[in-house]
C-alpha cells in the first residue's frame, strides 16, 4: 500500500488526472508481490483521487480512510444494516468518502465514481448516521434524484440500510405520491427536485430541521436547465447548514464548476478519467449482417453465457413491443418500459423486473441512469446511442450509463452493441474511441465460434478489471 | 321361666335332634325334670360356645382374607407402579439412547469428508429426508458405523442442545494439495492442533508427496480420503470428457451441430428461471426433451461408462430404466453441461439476488431426480457436485486461510490469469453458491415418488463441518457460506430437522461467532442474521 499522502493530491493536480498507464501497473505489480509471499493480500488503491477542502486540509491529522465498516463508528443500528446486506467492506470510494462525510462538522462532497462502486450506500450510510431517530416524523434528510424511478430505488436502499432503526420513516416526494394538505411526517425523504420544490412551497414539507442534502446523478441534475434550477430553488429554501452531498458517475468540466458553487468549500473524490469506461464489463458488439436478421441474433445470446436478468435498450416503442412478444415466446419472461407508461404503472413495471418476476427488461432511454438492479449481467444496445437534434450523432455518456447497468459491485457484466451497416458502425467506433475502449467483433456465423469467443471475452476482461493487482 | 317352650329347648342341646329318638325323649319320665333341663342347658352352652368360637374363626378367616385381598391389591397397585415406572425408565432409557444415537450419528457424520452417496449405510440415512424427516428419526440412522474416536470424548461431555454438532479434525483439500507445492502439512492451517489429536504429522513428514497429505492428516478415518479423490477424480474425467467430444464433434458435423444447440438451450433455459407456480414448466420440459434426445441417441454419439462420473459402484437395478454399462456419451456431456451452467448461475446471478437461487434448486432436484436420467437406479448428481466440491469446497468441509495462496486454493477462491479475483468478487461467489447449495439440499421430497438426490442429511453435514471449525481458523469466505445457506432457508431447515434444527441454528449464529477471537464483517453477518430471525421470525435464538 502507498502512503497515505501520495493518494492525496491538491486540487489543481487534480483537475490534470494522470493519463499513464504507469502508475497503474506499479501499484499492481506491488499487490502481486505480497501475494507471492504469501502474507498480506489487500487490495491496491491507486484510482481514486481525493482533494481535500482548506478545513480539512488545516487539520494536523489528515483524512483516514476507513478498511472496515466497524472503524467509521457508525451507529449500531445503521452498521447491522449493512452487514445484513452482504456489506463485508468498504468498497474504494465509499472507503475514502465516508469518513470525510461523517466527519464533523460536516462539510461539503463532491464525489464521482464509476457505475456500481457503492456510491448510494455511501450517501445513505451518511444520511442514517444524522437522523435523530428520536423525531420519526420530522424531515431530517433530503435526497433528490433525476428520476421517479430512481427516488424510488434510493427510497428502497434506506429502508434496507435503515432496517433495524426502529422508528425510521421513509418518504416517497415523487409526482403523486404525496396528497395536498397531507404533511410529509418522515424523518429522510427521497424526492425529485419538481415535487419536493412544490411540497416545500406549499409547506406540505418542513425543511427547518433539515441537516443533509443529497443529490444524486448530480451532472444530469445541475446539468440540464429545469433540474438544475429547481435544485438550486430547493437548495436556497434550506437551512444554510445544511450538509450538501453530490455524487455521480460523470462530472463534465462545465458540471464540476457549477457543482463547487453549489457545495462550497467541498471536498471531492475522483476517478481519474480511464478509469471512468466501467472495467469489468465486457463489451463487445454483433456485426449483423442485416437489420432484419437483429432479432433472431438476439434469442441466441442467451445461450452463449449464463444470463440472469438482461436489459435491451431500444430507440422507440414500437421495437420494444414488437422484440417483447417475440421473446416471450421464446420463453423468456419480459418486462417493455417506455415513455407510454406513466406514474404508477412504471413503478409496478421496475417493479416487477427488480423481484425478479421478469428477467429482460425491454426500455427506451427512460432507464439508462442509476437504476441498479445488481443480478443485470447483459446489457444490449439494440440501435446504439444517438442525441442531438433528429438523433444524428452518437451519445457516449448514455452508452456509458447504460452498459454501467451491468457488472455492478465487480461482478461479471456483459455489454453487445449491434450494428448492420456503415453507419452504425461509425457511431460505434466514435463512442469506442471517445473512451479508447477496445470494443470485441462477434459474428453471427458459427454459433460455436461465437460462444468460445465470448466465454474468453469475459474471462479476460475480468482478468483486467483492474480490481486485481495482476502479477504481470 | 318354666312355661312349655324350654321343654323341648332343654332337649335339644343334648343330642341332635335328628339322632336323639323323639319317642323316648318325648315320653320320657323326667322329660320335665331339673336333670333334663340342666343337661339341656349344659348342651345349649356348648352349643354356643361352638357357635360363637365358629363365628369367630370365621370372622378371623374374612379379616385374614380382606387382608390377603388387601396385601394383593397392594402388591398389585405396587406391581403396577412398578411397570409404570419401568415403563417411563425404560421410556426414558430409549430416549436417551436415541439421544446417544443422535450425538453419535453427528459425530459419525462431521468427520466424514465429502459426501458418499453410494455405500449402503448412507442410503438409511437418507430415508428419513425423504419422509417426514423428523429429528427423531434422524439418530435411527446413525448406526451403521461406529462413532469415530475422534468424538469420544465428545458425546459425553457435551450438552446436546448446546452443540448439536461434534467436533471434528480439520481437513486439507485433497484437490488443492495435489495441485499445490508439497508442504502443504507444514502450511499454517495444518499445523494448528488446536483441539484434535488427528493431525499429528506436520513436523514429521513435511516433505511428503502432497497426496499423501490427507492420509497423513486424518489417520482415524480412512474411507473419507477416497471420497475426496472422487470428486476430485469425477471433475478431471468431465474435462476428459469434454475435450473428447469436442474430438467426436470434428469429425462429426450432425454431432457438432447439435451438441452446440443442445448446449446453448440448456444455458438459455436455465437463465430463463424465475419464482412462481408453473412459471418454469416449459424451461424444464425443454431441458429434459434435450436429455431424452441425447440419451436415445439423437444424434448418436460413442457410449461411455458413466462409471468415471459417479462416486462408488453402480450394480444394474432392477427396474431402473438405465441399466446398460455405457450410455451416450452426449447425454453424459450435456448432463456435466447442465452442472455448469447450475453453478454459473448461482455464481452469476444468486450472489446479487439470492431469491433467483430457490427455481434453479427446484429445476436442479427435478432433473437429477427424474428416473429416466437415474443411472442403475441412482442419480448422476455426483457430476454436479463435483463441480461444486471445486467452487465451493466450504461445503464439503475444507477451509484455509485467505491471507494465504494455498488457504485461498483450499477456499476456492478463483484465479483470473495469474491473480486472485478480488474480495468481493470471491464474497459474491461465495453468497451464491451458499444458497444455490441450500436451494438443492434443502428440498422436500416427501410427497415425491422420486429419491431426493440431495437430502437434507448433507446440508445437516455441510452446516456442522463450517459449524466445528475452530474458531481462529474460520475465516470469512466459511462465515459468508454458513450465512448465505442458512438466510432464506431457516424455516426448511426446521421444517426437517425441528428442535435439533434451532439448537444447530443457535450454535451457528450466536455461540459460534461470539467465540470469534475477532468480530470480522464475516462474523457479524452471521450475528446480524440471528438478530433477522428474531424479527422477521420470532425466533429467538438467545442472542
Redesign the interface.
Known amino acids: 500500500m502507498s502512503d497515505l499522502a501520495s493518494r492525496i493530491t491538491a486540487p489543481e493536480a487534480s483537475a490534470a488526472p494522470n493519463l499513464d498507464m504507469g502508475d497503474v501497473e506499479t501499484a499492481?505489480t506491488d499487490g502481486?508481490g505480497m501475494?507471492?509471499n504469501?502474507?498480506?493480500?489487500q487490495?491496491v488503491n491507486y484510482d481514486v483521487e481525493v482533494s481535500l477542502n482548506e478545513l480539512q486540509r488545516d487539520r494536523s491529522n489528515p483524512l483516514g480512510s476507513a478498511h472496515?465498516?466497524?472503524e467509521l463508528g457508525l451507529p449500531g443500528e445503521v452498521?447491522?444494516g449493512l452487514?445484513?446486506m452482504?456489506?463485508?467492506?468498504p468498497?474504494k470510494v465509499q472507503e475514502k468518502a465516508l469518513p470525510l462525510m461523517l466527519a464533523n462538522p460536516p462539510q461539503n462532497m463532491i464525489a464521482q465514481s464509476q457505475s456500481g462502486t457503492g456510491k448510494t450506500a455511501a450517501f445513505v450510510t451518511t444520511t442514517l448516521s444524522r437522523v435523530d431517530f428520536s423525531q420519526p416524523t420530522q424531515p431530517q434528510a433530503l435526497i433528490l434524484a433525476p428520476s421517479r424511478e430512481l427516488a424510488r430505488q434510493i427510497q428502497g436502499v434506506v429502508q434496507t440500510i435503515g432496517q433495524?432503526c426502529a422508528s425510521l420513516v421513509v418518504a416517497a416526494a415523487v409526482p403523486g405520491a404525496v396528497a395536498r394538505d397531507t404533511r410529509i411526517e418522515a424523518s429522510v425523504v427521497c424526492g425529485t427536485p419538481g415535487t419536493v420544490m412544490d411540497l416545500i412551497r406549499r409547506r406540505q414539507f418542513d425543511v427547518s430541521q433539515l441537516k443533509v442534502l443529497v443529490i444524486d446523478e448530480a451532472d444530469n441534475m445541475l446539468d440540464q436547465q429545469g433540474l438544475g434550477d429547481q435544485c438550486a430553488r430547493v437548495k436556497q429554501m434550506l437551512p444554510p447548514t445544511v450538509q450538501i452531498l453530490l455524487f455521480s458517475a460523470t462530472f463534465p468540466d462545465g458540471v464540476v464548476k457549477y457543482a463547487e458553487k453549489f457545495a462550497p468549500n467541498a471536498n471531492q473524490i475522483k476517478l481519474k478519467v480511464q478509469e471512468l469506461t466501467v472495467r469489468g464489463i465486457s463489451q463487445m458488439f454483433m456485426d449483423c449482417p442485416d437489420e432484419s436478421q437483429k432479432y433472431a441474433i438476439l434469442c441466441?445470446l442467451?445461450?452463449?453465457?449464463?444470463?440472469?436478468?438482461s436489459i435491451i435498450f431500444v430507440k422507440t416503442r414500437e421495437s420494444a413491443n414488437e422484440i417483447m412478444k417475440r421473446m416471450v415466446a421464446d420463453?423468456?419472461?419480459v418486462t417493455a418500459l417506455h415513455g407510454a407508461f406513466e406514474g404508477g404503472e412504471r413503478d409496478a413495471l421496475i417493479d416487477e423486473f427488480r423481484?425478479?418476476?421478469?428477467?429482460v427488461l425491454i426500455t427506451t432511454n427512460v432507464l439508462a441512469r442509476g437504476i441498479d438492479v445488481?443480478?443485470v449481467?447483459m446489457v444490449i444496445n439494440y440501435d446504439v446511442p444517438m442525441k442531438g437534434p433528429g438523433e444524428r450523432e452518437p451519445d457516449p455518456e448514455t452508452y456509458l450509463h447504460r452498459i454501467g447497468r451491468t457488472g455492478?459491485?465487480?461482478?461479471?457484466g456483459v455489454s453487445i452493441t449491434f450494428i448492420y451497416d456503415k453507419k452504425s458502425f461509425d457511431f460505434l467506433q466514435q463512442i469506442a474511441e471517445k473512451y479508447q475502449i477496445d470494443l470485441i467483433r462477434l459474428v453471427p456465423d458459427d454459433?460455436?465460434t461465437t460462444?468460445k469467443e465470448v466465454q474468453r471475452v469475459i474471462?479476460?476482461s475480468?482478468?483486467?478489471?483492474g480490481?486485481?493487482?495482476?502479477?504481470? | 321361666m318354666a312355661g312349655s317352650s324350654p321343654v323341648r329347648h332343654r332337649q335339644t342341646p343334648s343330642r341332635p335332634s335328628p339322632v336323639r329318638s323323639p319317642d323316648s325323649s318325648y315320653r320320657s319320665e323326667d322329660r320335665n325334670g331339673e336333670m333334663n333341663h340342666l343337661e339341656a342347658l349344659l348342651a345349649a352352652q356348648i352349643l354356643h360356645d361352638d357357635v360363637r368360637k365358629r363365628a369367630y374363626k370365621t370372622l378371623a378367616d374374612h379379616e385374614y382374607e380382606e387382608e390377603q385381598k388387601k396385601r394383593a391389591e397392594r402388591e398389585q397397585e405396587i406391581k403396577d407402579q412398578q411397570r409404570r415406572e419401568e415403563e417411563r425408565l425404560r421410556h426414558e432409557k430409549k430416549l436417551r439412547d436415541e439421544e446417544e444415537r443422535l450425538r453419535a450419528l453427528q459425530a459419525q457424520t462431521v468427520p466424514k469428508l465429502p459426501p458418499q452417496p453410494k455405500p449402503s449405510p448412507q442410503s438409511t440415512t437418507v430415508a428419513p429426508s425423504n419422509g417426514d424427516a423428523a429429528a427423531a428419526t434422524q439418530p435411527a440412522a446413525a448406526k451403521p458405523t461406529p462413532t469415530p474416536d475422534t468424538s469420544s470424548s465428545g458425546p459425553a461431555a457435551q450438552d446436546p442442545s448446546k452443540n448439536p454438532f461434534q467436533a471434528e479434525p480439520p481437513k486439507t483439500n485433497g484437490h488443492v494439495s495435489s495441485a499445490a507445492p508439497p508442504n502443504t502439512t507444514s502450511s499454517p492451517f495444518a499445523r494448528p492442533a488446536t483441539s484434535q489429536p488427528a493431525n499429528p504429522s506436520a513436523a514429521a513428514t513435511a516433505p511428503e508427496p502432497a497426496a499423501q497429505a490427507p492420509a497423513q492428516i486424518q489417520p482415524t478415518r480412512p474411507p473419507a480420503v477416497p471420497v475426496v479423490d472422487d470428486y476430485v477424480q469425477i471433475h478431471k474425467n468431465l474435462k476428459k470428457l469434454r475435450a473428447l467430444m469436442t474430438e467426436h464433434a470434428k469429425s462429426n458435423p450432425q454431432l457438432?451441430k447439435q451438441m452446440?444447440?443442445m448446449?446453448?438451450?440448456i444455458?438459455?433455459?436455465?437463465?430463463?428461471l424465475?419464482?412462481?407456480k408453473g412459471?418454469n414448466k416449459?424451461?424444464l420440459e425443454?431441458i429434459k426433451t434435450i436429455l431424452m434426445s441425447a440419451l436415445h441417441s439423437q444424434p448418436s454419439s460413442p457410449m461411455t461408462d458413466p462409471s468415471s462420473f459417479v462416486v462408488g459402484n453402480r450394480e444394474p437395478v432392477e427396474g431402473a430404466l438405465n441399466n446398460e454399462p455405457q450410455l451416450p456419451s452426449l447425454f453424459l456431456y450435456l448432463m456435466n453441461q447442465l452442472g455448469k451452467?447450475i453453478i454459473?448461475?448461482f455464481?452469476?446471478?444468486c450472489?446479487?439476488?439470492p431469491?433467483?437461487a430457490d427455481p434453479v434448486g427446484v429445476v436442479t432436484a427435478q432433473l437429477f431426480s427424474a428416473k429416466e436420467f437415474l443411472w442403475r437406479g441412482q442419480s448422476l448428481i455426483d457430476i454436479l457436485m463435483a463441480k461444486f466440491r471445486i467452487v465451493c469446497p466450504v461445503v464439503f468441509g475444507y477451509r484455509g486461510s485467505?491471507?494465504?495462496?494455498?488457504g485461498?486454493l483450499r477456499l476456492g477462491w478463483k484465479k483470473?490469469?495469474?491473480?486472485?479475483?478480488?474480495?468481493?468478487?470471491h464474497?459474491?461467489r461465495m453468497?451464491g453458491l451458499g444458497i444455490g447449495y441450500a436451494s438443492i439440499a434443502l428440498r422436500d421430497f416427501s410427497k415425491s415418488s422420486n429419491i431426493n438426490p440431495w437430502p437434507p442429511s448433507r446440508y445437516w453435514k455441510s452446516m456442522a463441518d463450517i459449524v466445528n471449525t475452530p474458531p481462529d481458523e474460520m475465516t470469512?469466505t466459511q462465515c459468508?457460506v454458513l450465512?448465505?445457506m442458512l438466510n432464506q432457508h431457516e424455516e426448511k431447515f426446521i421444517n426437517f430437522y425441528g428442535s435439533a434444527a434451532v439448537a444447530a441454528l443457535r450454535r451457528a449464529l450466536v455461540e459460534f461467532p461470539n467465540s470469534a477471537p475477532k468480530?470480522t464483517?464475516?462474523v457479524?453477518?452471521l450475528?446480524?442474521?440471528a438478530?433477522?430471525c428474531k424479527r422477521d421470525m420470532g425466533l429467538d435464538l438467545g442472542l
Not at chain 2, 444455458?267 to 430463463?272: D, E, F, H, N, T
Not at chain 2, 485467505?402 to 494455498?406: A, E, G, L, P
Not at chain 2, 483470473?416 to 468478487?425: H, K, L, R, T
Open positions: 499492481q502481486a501475494i507471492g504469501g502474507s498480506g493480500l487490495e472496515t465498516f466497524e452498521l447491522q452487514m445484513a452482504q456489506f463485508q467492506k468498497s433495524f441466441q442467451y445461450g452463449l453465457m449464463q444470463i440472469g436478468s420463453g423468456h419472461k423481484s425478479g418476476r421478469t428477467k445488481s443480478s449481467s455492478r459491485f465487480g461482478r461479471v454459433w460455436d460462444e474471462k479476460s475480468r482478468a483486467q478489471s480490481f486485481n493487482p495482476s502479477a504481470k | 457438432k452446440g444447440e448446449r446453448r438451450e444455458r438459455k433455459s436455465l437463465g430463463q424465475t419464482g412462481g412459471a416449459k424451461q425443454s451452467a454459473n448461475q455464481i452469476n446471478e450472489g446479487a439476488s431469491r433467483s485467505d491471507k494465504t495462496n494455498q485461498r483470473e490469469g495469474d491473480a486472485w479475483i478480488s474480495e468481493q468478487q464474497n459474491d453468497m470469512d459468508i450465512k448465505s468480530k464483517p464475516g457479524m453477518g450475528q446480524v442474521l438478530v433477522m
